[in-house]
């Protein structure tokens, strides 16, 4: 057989190779030479120069893992922007129990260096770009444990530790001990609950929004219409019982007890007083019946913004008498804008 050296294309064929003559800054010569290579290669795996157009062009691409869980629906696509805004808002709100477990179903990890390998695959599939370990003496029951995320983002790295921490919490009965926070790090240590503790800690740390959201969305008209009275009003509102004020209609005076009978779910006589002062301050504070409460060893001081005196000393006498309910006596002096309270005594 005679070979013709000579070679006449045309523009299509020029078209198809053009990729490759850019490759070889227009020489077509070696464009020619990778075409040659290309189709040899080709031929040794498909047998024919048919065989092979059918397959390359027939063949279904391999998806990823990644790609499969977004074809099934299992998993999808999203920008990481929104991504992020989404984990800045909903920082304090847990991830559902229900959904912890979807994420991190615990009939398939049972040991701590499973949960190290799984939470790292999926760290590294869903583009987090964190890295997770954990240590502990006994893998399948530990007494302590420490866990360290590692990465540029600090919303992926709480993230992450969320959904580590409360399966330990969940499944291993730990509770967080003490968080150390680095500029790419997290470390975490934990340590086993006491039986039928409610991992306070944990859920303190990562839910401390919940109660407040839920309450929230039960009841958004009215919390939305109090979120403006109160911004319009730059929070210049105190707060009452209803019952308290039914009295203050009717002329008599009486004691708030209730609402510190009901957050501590015991009789004001039997609140440890350190326990009462602290529940006094938390709840005087955000009524806005009073400005600010500081509390010392042996007294506290009350800052208000009342301008009538007559009123200052009714605001005296009343902390006199409430903390006198809690079985503590106090003796008070009061200026333009504090009232000074020293203990003097207390119920035997």
Same mark, same amino acid.
């Given at each position: 057989?005679?070979?013709?050296?000579?070679?006449?294309?045309?523009?299509?064929?020029?078209?198809?190779?053009?990729?490759?003559?850019?490759?070889?800054?227009?020489?077509?010569?070696?464009?020619?030479?990778?075409?040659?290579?290309?189709?040899?290669?080709?031929?040794?795996?498909?047998?024919?120069?048919?065989?092979?157009? $059918?397959?390359? /062009? +027939?063949?279904?691409?391999?998806?990823?893992?990644?790609?499969? @869980?977004? #074809? !099934? =629906?299992? &998993?999808?696509?999203?920008?990481?922007?929104?991504?992020?805004?989404?984990?800045?808002?909903?920082?304090?709100?847990?991830?559902?129990?229900?959904?912890?477990?979807?994420?991190?179903?615990?009939? $398939?990890?049972? /040991? +701590?260096?499973?949960?190290?390998?799984?939470?790292?695959?999926? @760290?590294? #599939? !869903? =583009?987090? &770009?964190?890295?997770?370990?954990?240590?502990?003496?006994?893998?399948?029951?530990?007494?302590?444990?420490?866990?360290?995320?590692?990465?540029?983002?600090?919303?992926?790295?709480?993230?992450?530790?969320?959904?580590?921490?409360?399966?330990?919490?969940?499944?291993?009965?730990?509770?967080?001990?003490?968080?150390?926070?680095?500029?790419?790090?997290?470390?975490?240590?934990?340590?086993?609950?006491?039986?039928?503790?409610?991992?306070?800690?944990?859920?303190?740390?990562?839910?401390?929004?919940?109660?407040?959201?839920?309450?929230?969305?039960?009841?958004?008209?009215?919390?939305?219409?109090?979120?403006?009275?109160?911004?319009?009003?730059?929070?210049?509102?105190?707060?009452?019982?209803?019952?308290?004020?039914?009295?203050?209609?009717?002329?008599?005076?009486?004691?708030?007890?209730?609402?510190?009978?009901?957050?501590?779910?015991?009789?004001?006589?039997?609140?440890?007083?350190?326990?009462?002062?602290?529940?006094?301050?938390?709840?005087?504070?955000?009524?806005?019946?009073?400005?600010?409460?500081?509390?010392?060893?042996?007294?506290?001081?009350?800052?208000?913004?009342?301008?009538?005196?007559?009123?200052?000393?009714?605001?005296?006498?009343?902390?006199?008498?409430?903390?006198?309910?809690?079985?503590?006596?106090?003796?008070?002096?009061?200026?333009?804008?504090?009232?000074?309270?020293?203990?003097?005594?207390?119920?035997?």
């Amino acid at each position: 057989m005679i070979v013709r050296k000579n070679i006449t294309l045309e523009n299509i064929h020029l078209k198809k190779l053009e990729p490759l003559i850019i490759k070889h800054e227009g020489n077509l010569s070696a464009a020619i030479r990778d075409s040659i290579d290309m189709t040899d290669a080709a031929l040794l795996q498909y047998g024919t120069i048919e065989k092979a157009i $059918k397959s390359i /062009t +027939t063949e279904t691409k391999k998806l990823t893992g990644r790609e499969q @869980s977004i #074809e !099934s =629906g299992k &998993n999808v696509l999203i920008a990481s922007p929104v991504f992020q805004w989404m984990l800045n808002w909903t920082k304090g709100i847990p991830l559902d129990h229900e959904i912890l477990d979807e994420l991190l179903d615990p009939l $398939k990890i049972k /040991t +701590t260096s499973e949960l190290d390998k799984y939470i790292n695959a999926i @760290s590294r #599939e !869903s =583009g987090w &770009n964190c890295e997770v370990s954990i240590f502990c003496m006994d893998n399948m029951d530990p007494e302590t444990a420490t866990v360290t995320i590692t990465g540029n983002n600090e919303l992926y790295r709480d993230f992450i530790a969320q959904i580590v921490i409360m399966f330990l919490v969940y499944n291993k009965h730990l509770d967080i001990d003490v968080i150390h926070r680095r500029a790419t790090s997290t470390r975490i240590d934990l340590k086993k609950s006491e039986p039928g503790a409610n991992m306070t800690a944990a859920n303190d740390h990562f839910g401390y929004l919940k109660d407040a959201v839920d309450e929230f969305v039960s009841k958004k008209e009215f919390w939305t219409n109090l979120i403006e009275i109160y911004s319009s009003l730059n929070y210049n509102m105190v707060s009452l019982h209803k019952d308290q004020y039914e009295q203050i209609l009717a002329g008599n005076t009486l004691l708030d007890l209730g609402i510190f009978e009901s957050l501590s779910k015991k009789h004001i006589s039997n609140i440890a007083h350190p326990e009462f002062l602290e529940l006094l301050k938390k709840t005087h504070e955000s009524m806005k019946i009073i400005d600010k409460i500081e509390l010392f060893d042996n007294g506290l001081n009350i800052y208000h913004n009342y301008k009538n005196e007559r009123a200052i000393q009714k605001l005296k006498d009343y902390y006199i008498l409430l903390l006198s309910e809690n079985g503590h006596q106090y003796e008070a002096k009061y200026s333009s804008s504090l009232l000074v309270l020293n203990h003097v005594c207390c119920r035997v």
